[in-house]
């Protein structure tokens, strides 16, 4: 499965963004998704995964309350909604596709990644 992420940009503090994760090729609906993010000089970490029916969702706890993530398996794709966002949101998201389930933050589960998409919030 290929994956294209979309929807970063340069928001306010506060402000909203909603990311995009199109997935081409079958079985989307097998896959459960992932978001991870890697600022400057950081590891990657994880943010958000959803389940494969997408009944199940997991938030790192730095975003839980603000991101919401679900999915759209007739669409193939899945999204992550960023609201309130912060300063320290500021890094390049990827999502990520995973046959596995459970673990979902750990990142060397994840066969298949997109190219990532630039969030930048200002102060």
């Known amino acids: 499965v290929q994956l294209q992420a979309s929807g970063g940009g340069l928001e306010q503090a506060g402000g909203s963004l909603r990311l995009s994760c199109a997935a081409s090729?079958?079985?989307?609906?097998?896959?459960?998704m992932g978001w991870f993010r890697q600022a400057p000089g950081k590891e990657r970490e994880f943010v958000s995964a959803?389940?494969?029916?997408?009944?199940?969702?997991y938030y790192a706890d730095s975003v839980k309350g603000r991101f919401t993530c679900s999915r759209d398996n007739a669409k193939n794709t899945a999204y992550l909604q960023m609201n309130s966002l912060k300063p320290e949101d500021t890094a390049v998201y990827y999502c990520?596709?995973?046959?596995?389930?459970?673990?979902?933050?750990?990142?060397?589960?994840?066969?298949?990644w997109g190219q990532g998409t630039q969030v930048t919030v200002s102060s």
């Open positions: 090729g079958r079985s989307f609906s097998s896959y459960a």
């Open positions: 959803i389940s494969r029916d997408g009944g199940s969702t």
């Open positions: 990520a596709a995973t046959l596995y389930s459970g673990r979902y933050s750990d990142y060397v589960l994840y066969s298949y």
